[in-house]
Structure formats: C-alpha cells, structure tokens
C-alpha cells in the first residue's frame, strides 16, 4: 500500500517570501500522480498542482511549483512570493496510474502567512 | 465558487434521525466520490462511483448509504448516525479518461474537484 508522509506540521513564512512544504511518499508503482491540494479555512479543497511520474519536468502554475524527485520519492511544494491568501492546510496526494481512484493522503501541513 | 454544489453546508440532527447530503455537478464529469473528514485530519474516501454505478466502498457502516441518480448527482443518506460520525463530509468529481479498447476508463490523471463539504453534528 501507498503511503504519503509530511513531516512538518505547521509551517510559517513572512509575506513576499518563499516557503518549502516538503512530502516524500512510499510505492513500488513506477507510474503514478502526485497532487497538491489546499485547504482554507472555508474548507473547500483546491488543487494547487499536479505531477506525472513520467514526466522529468518539475511542474510549475504560477507562484507554485514542485521540486520532484522520484529516485528519493520526494515531492515538494514552493510557494514563491507568499500572499495572506496562501495561509492554509496543504496536503500532499498520491494516486496509482489506472484501476484505483484513490487519492492517497499525507496528514497535511498548516502554513500560516505573517504581514 | 466551487464548480461541484454540497446542501446543506451545516446539518444538525439526532442519533434517531434520517437525512440526506446531496452533490451536483455539471462538468460533465462521471466519476463522483464521498470523503469524511475530520478535525485537523486529511480527507478519508469512503465511497467512489465510476458511471453512476458504485466501484469503491471503503468498509463504511451501513448507517452510511450513497446514491447516484444521474451523472451530475451523488446523495448520501444518513440514518441511526454515531457522535463520531460528526465530521466535514466532502464531495469530489473527476473525469474519466478512456484508455485504449478498455470500457471501464481510467480517471487517476483527472484531478477531482472537491465542494465546499457539509459540516455535520450528530447530537
């Protein structure tokens, strides 16, 4: 079975900076996706980025990006030039390529945005 | 706004009694799924529908039992819930991309798009 780790629980960052939210994970599938998701205090889940294994090329959608590296099983997430609006519970996903649906859940990390 | 529609946003009600969520999309989409969610928690999948028809139970009590009536919706009623049922109940949809000659589709790539989640208490 999949698991998806995030080892920091809370994080901070000043506004305008840059903050890491790092997510490693656990598979023996050589193909699958890895998600972002944000969660705001109104509760709605919003999918901030997508990465396909296969792909070499780091995602990237404006402001975020990932630092994917598959040999380690690590999917980090940057946030570069930190808004108010960014303060939220992040969580890393894993999903297996074909047959399942199951999105595959880190524990989340809460990201506080200080003026 | 959110593109998938969860009613109502907060539900409070008995041990004895019986109600319903209800999700509505219409992007189209024909996979549809309920999560529970508790505090401080991450998602947990309990039901997953792939063309209306149910694909996935996660071993969710009977007390819990989904519906989807049409493509663009997706109920779940409640009856004789638990106080530790009380929890942030999400709703997702996704697309399903067909691959190759298959017939059952493969919707892993499609990112699902979540509602705003019912807020229940169970008294």
């Known amino acids: 079975a999949q698991t998806v780790t995030q080892s920091q629980p809370e994080m901070s960052v000043q506004e305008a900076e840059t903050v890491t939210l790092s997510c490693t994970y656990d598979?023996?599938?050589?193909?699958?996706?890895l998600f972002w998701y944000k969660q705001p205090p109104s509760r709605q889940m919003i999918l901030v980025i997508r990465q396909e294994a296969y792909k070499q090329q780091n995602a990237t959608e404006n402001r975020f990006s990932v630092n994917f590296q598959k040999a380690a099983k690590s999917f980090s997430l940057k946030i570069s030039d930190s808004q108010l609006g960014d303060a939220a519970m992040y969580f890393c996903?894993?999903?297996?390529?074909?047959?399942?649906?199951?999105?595959?859940f880190g524990k989340g990390t809460k990201l506080t945005v200080n003026p | 706004d959110t593109e998938v529609t969860q009613t109502p946003k907060h539900l409070v009600m008995g041990m004895t009694n019986k109600k319903s969520l209800k999700c509505e999309q219409h992007m189209g989409h024909r996979a549809m799924y309920w999560y529970k969610q508790k505090a401080k928690k991450p998602p947990e999948l309990m039901f997953v529908?792939?063309?209306?028809?149910?694909?996935i139970n996660e071993s969710v009590p009977s007390r819990f039992s989904p519906e989807c009536p049409n493509s663009s919706l997706l109920n779940l009623h409640l009856h004789a819930l638990q106080p530790e049922d009380s929890a942030l109940y999400l709703c997702?949809?996704?697309?399903?991309?067909?691959?190759?000659?298959?017939?059952?589709?493969?919707?892993?790539?499609?990112?699902?798009?979540f509602g705003d989640g019912t807020r229940l208490s169970i008294l």
């Open positions: 598979t023996s599938e050589s193909d699958y996706y």
């Open positions: 997702a949809s996704s697309q399903i991309r067909r691959t190759g000659g298959s017939s059952t589709g493969d919707n892993s790539n499609q990112p699902q798009h």
């Open positions: 996903a894993y999903r297996s390529l074909g047959g399942s649906e199951k999105l595959v």
């Open positions: 529908y792939s063309y209306e028809k149910l694909s």
